[in-house]
């Protein structure tokens, strides 16, 4: 009898675990695969696509928008002021959220943000969060091999070292 319940508190626990795991849309996981090797292309096609074509949660939403960022910073399109008021809400949303990794990427693009509008200071602030978070990213093993994350906290320390040489304080350490 203990054996049955063993076996049915286990079943539970992996059904439990399986059904917590977060995915996406198919759609936006495409355009993730697709997005490190044609940014360009990535984000010109998000340009078009209309949300309100796909029965995107309010999830996929907010990754959507967070990947399309992505792409336009890939692709080297200029963020403007319009840019930081869409993506603030983006940011917030996943700043609020458990995965370390989301959350590093969207303070990556504000700092880009940032970075584009000449706003130094702002963009030194969310460049030093985007390194905080892959610091918990690292601890936690998760996307561990993921040479962007590796990419965007070497531009973070490169911005930070051109425009306040003398003044960093090194938090990220690849011994994490």
């Known amino acids: ?6 076996l049915l508190l286990t079943v539970i626990a992996i059904i ?26 990535i984000y010109h096609l998000m340009d078009t696509m209309s ?16 990947l399309k960022a992505s792409a336009q910073n890939k692709a080297f399109i ?10 603030k809400s983006v940011v917030e949303y996943f ?6 990794y989301l959350r590093m990427q969207a303070c990556y693009v504000m700092g880009s943000i940032y970075r584009d509008l000449n706003c130094r200071i702002a963009a030194q602030e969310w460049y030093n969060m985007a390194k905080i978070c892959a ?14 994350m590796e ?8 911005y930070l070292n051109q425009q306040f ?3 960093i304080i090194k938090i990220y350490d690849k011994d994490y």
């Not at 936006?28 to 360009?40: K, R, T, V």
């Not at 200029?78 to 993506?87: C, E, L, N, V």
């Not at 700043?95 to 370390?100: G, N, Q, W």
């Open 135 to 148: 610091i918990y990213v690292r601890k936690s093993k998760i996307n561990d091999n993921s040479d962007s």
């Open 16 to 41: 439990l675990f399986i059904s917590c795991q977060k995915s996406f849309h198919p759609r936006l996981m495409e355009i993730e695969q697709a997005l490190s090797e044609n940014p360009d292309s």
């Open 165 to 167: 040489p003398g003044c």
């Open 95 to 100: 700043l609020a959220k458990v995965d370390s």
């Open 51 to 66: 949300m309100n074509d796909y029965d995107f949660s309010e999830d996929d939403k907010m990754y959507y928008l967070l």
């Open 151 to 158: 990419t965007q906290i070497k531009m973070c320390e490169e």
């Open 1 to 6: 009898m203990n054996h049955l319940k063993t």
């Open 78 to 87: 200029p963020f403007t002021s319009k840019d930081d008021s869409i993506y």
